[in-house]
């Protein structure tokens, strides 16, 4: 392997955005760990697949132990997996919780502990989570407190990490999106998603993926939270 060739780790890695990210990172010729709980064994030489529900500490450790001993080293993590459930609150059932929580705060602690644990032994990393502008942007029409509680909580602990760190040449950041036009939302509902953005559209995944590669490369970046969601950070 080339001394300048990242190998990159990323969750959720199957499809929309996850899938698209791969595709970017192996453009860039870095390699690529890729973990979702059913993705496929990939016929390129530089896609690692791991199989299994990341929030399991035994898939955690697996997609680093694989990782490192296919391609030597972790360079980065893409915190990508994650689950989406809009619903009034009192109507979540323990099934609901215990879901959202597993990906989105057990798979976001394990991965990146194991993670960064490698990225000390060559004192240079990146870690970079996908999370959501309903963290800072809650929006009525769209009834979301399971996304806020564990999304807002890797949103905190990206700024956490990023001072832990910074001296040890790992840079944590976040990507904040609005809604993705990705095959989670039906084509009949893009006009209505289009109309919550000031902007007047829905995001591309690609604005998604332009953002986590921004941050990839901006080495004076860290404990950053950039938001790619068509304005509604700023308001409406």
Known sequence: MAANQKVVVVTGASQGIGAALVKA??????QVVANARTIQPSADEGT???AGDIGERAVAER?????????GRIDSLVNNAGIF???PFTQYTQDDFRAVLATNLSGFFH?????????????????????????????????????SLT???VDAATRSL?????????????????????????????????GLHP???????????DAVLYLESAGFVTGETLHVDGGQAAGH
């Open 111 to 147: 991965v990146t502990q194991l993670a960064i644990a490698e990225m000390e032994k060559r004192q240079s990393g990146h870690v970079v989570s996908i999370t959501t502008s309903l963290v800072q942007n809650a929006n009525s029409n769209v009834p979301s407190a399971l996304a």
């Open 63 to 71: 997609v680093i132990a694989q990782g490192v001993a296919r391609f």
């Open 25 to 30: 990172y192996r453009a860039l010729g870095h």
């Open 48 to 50: 690692l697949a791991v």
């Open 85 to 87: 459930i809009a619903k």
């Open 199 to 209: 902007v007047g559209r829905m995001g591309e995944m690609a604005d998604i993926v």
């Open 162 to 194: 990023a001072i832990e760190y910074a001296k040890r040449g790992i840079r944590v950041n976040a990507v904040s999106p609005g809604i993705i036009k990705t095959p989670m939302h039906p084509s009949e509902t893009h006009a209505a998603l289009a």
């Open 151 to 153: 999304k807002g909580g």
